[in-house]
């Protein structure tokens, strides 16, 4: 978080994948070009995938330059910064914070969206397919790169990276205008009076009339 207090407004890239969220090396040095050609700051939660052939959580590896190409911590310099596990809640949160790249986890979605930081989709597994679906195509809230999975054996190229970097960070897109109401409205819903504040009351009130 300390790199982020230094980091001008609204001017850094989120990438995170979630608890279980990892790529193989050719595919991490195809994101790490694409944030480079982008030429915007970007902050990088990246783990490495457990051992072949065995199932478990990220490793926290501490030397991930063999990962990365060659050169590619000194060419970005204070651009940008890499680290394991990162508090998502709180970074989305940042005013630094700009665009977020995503899995579209379902928790990942309200937090965005509550924060109004437009998503660039990259479902891994599970819902995560419908999740992007949706924001894309149904509502209007996300940048699409991929809506399918990581196990159709596709790598996702720089290029494709950059570009959807490069659109999500567009300062007056319709995507971010969209998710900045969608952000208000979310947060209305909270307030007294607001949908979701009625719909709760509604249901502890019908839990202590059916005692």
Request: proline share 5%.
């Amino acid at each position: 978080m300390s790199w982020l207090d230094t980091q001008p407004e609204s001017s850094v890239v989120f990438l995170c994948f979630g608890s279980l969220g990892t790529f193989d090396v050719p595919q991490v040095r195809e994101i790490a070009l694409g944030l480079e050609r982008s030429g915007h700051r970007f902050l990088w939660s990246l783990r490495r995938p457990p051992p072949d052939g065995k199932f478990g959580s990220p490793s926290e590896g501490t030397n991930l330059d063999e990962m990365l190409p060659e050169g590619f911590m000194e060419r970005i310099g204070g651009k940008g910064m890499i680290c394991g596990w990162a508090p998502q809640v709180k970074v989305l949160a940042h005013e630094a914070i700009a665009g977020f790249v995503s899995h579209c986890g379902w928790n990942s979605i309200l937090e965005s969206v509550w924060n109004s930081v437009p998503i660039v989709t990259w479902p891994l597994y599970a819902e995560q397919k419908l999740n992007a679906f949706e924001m894309v195509k149904e509502l209007g809230l996300a940048v699409e790169m991929r809506l399918d999975s990581r196990y159709d054996g596709d790598v996702v190229m720089a290029e494709e990276i950059d570009g959807a970097v490069r659109r999500v960070m567009e300062a007056d897109s319709t995507v971010r205008k969209m998710v900045k109401e969608m952000g208000e409205m979310s947060r209305r819903a909270l307030m007294e009076g607001g949908s979701s504040y009625n719909s709760f009351e509604r249901l502890i009130h019908a839990m202590i009339n059916t005692r």
